[in-house]
């Protein structure tokens, strides 16, 4: 599957193309969700189904003795086959969706900008084996802090429980953990 990413590279979707044909295969692009303004490419059943999936959020700094505890927590989610949501902005978060995936495991990824028109090779492996749903609700080249902050909320909504790396006193998550210690949601803040 390649070397992890320090950063997913994507691109975004030009114009209003419906379909993208990528390899030998055909991966549908920009099919429609019931969410405002949402389209997607991958396995839809991995929102609709009523199972447990994992909300995950990553600061972009930290110690590397957290990295390690990031990486090996990841693996293990993968080799359980479990689901995480996130929006994968930051290189940390982007790492555990990387061995989630390499692992075995699934994964829901919120997108504050278009669809990309090119995935990495380890997430396109994912979205055709149906372990991969990438959904935007956005249509525009970068992701700003409003719709970065939309997909978090998105990723705690359809999450049933929490696991966060180096939170921040007031930062982008501090709300959504806020509200899910509030509500009885389990949350493992690391």
Same mark, same amino acid.
């Given at each position: ?52 999936? @994992?909300?995950? #959020?990553?600061? &972009?700094?930290?110690? /590397? *003795? =957290?990295?390690? +505890? ?5 693996? %293990? ?18 790492? @555990?969706?990387? #061995?989630?995936? &390499?692992?075995?495991? /699934? *994964? =829901?990824?919120? +997108? ?5 028109? %090119? ?72």
């Amino acid at each position: 599957m390649g070397r992890k990413p320090s950063a997913l590279k994507i691109y975004p979707l030009q114009g209003n193309t419906a379909e993208k044909n990528t390899h030998s295969r055909k991966l549908v692009w920009g099919r429609t969700l019931d969410l405002v303004g949402g389209c997607y490419v991958g396995n839809a059943t991995l929102l609709t189904h009523p199972w447990n999936r @994992i909300g995950v #959020f990553a600061s &972009r700094s930290e110690d /590397s *003795a =957290v990295g390690i +505890l990031r990486e090996q927590w990841a693996m %293990k989610m993968g080799r359980t086959r479990r689901c995480i949501v996130g929006t994968f902005h930051s290189s940390a978060e982007c790492e @555990i969706l990387y #061995f989630v995936l &390499r692992f075995g495991g /699934s *994964a =829901v990824w919120f +997108l504050g900008c278009s669809l990309p028109v %090119k995935l990495p090779d380890f997430c396109e492996a994912a979205v055709r084996k149906g372990r991969l749903l990438i959904v935007s609700c956005f249509h525009r080249e970068h992701h700003t802090y409003a719709s970065a902050r939309y997909c978090a909320h998105l990723a705690d909504m359809y999450s049933s429980r929490l696991a966060i790396w180096s939170m921040k006193e007031g930062g982008l998550i501090q709300p959504i953990y806020d509200r899910a210690k509030a509500n009885g949601k389990m949350v493992e803040v690391f």
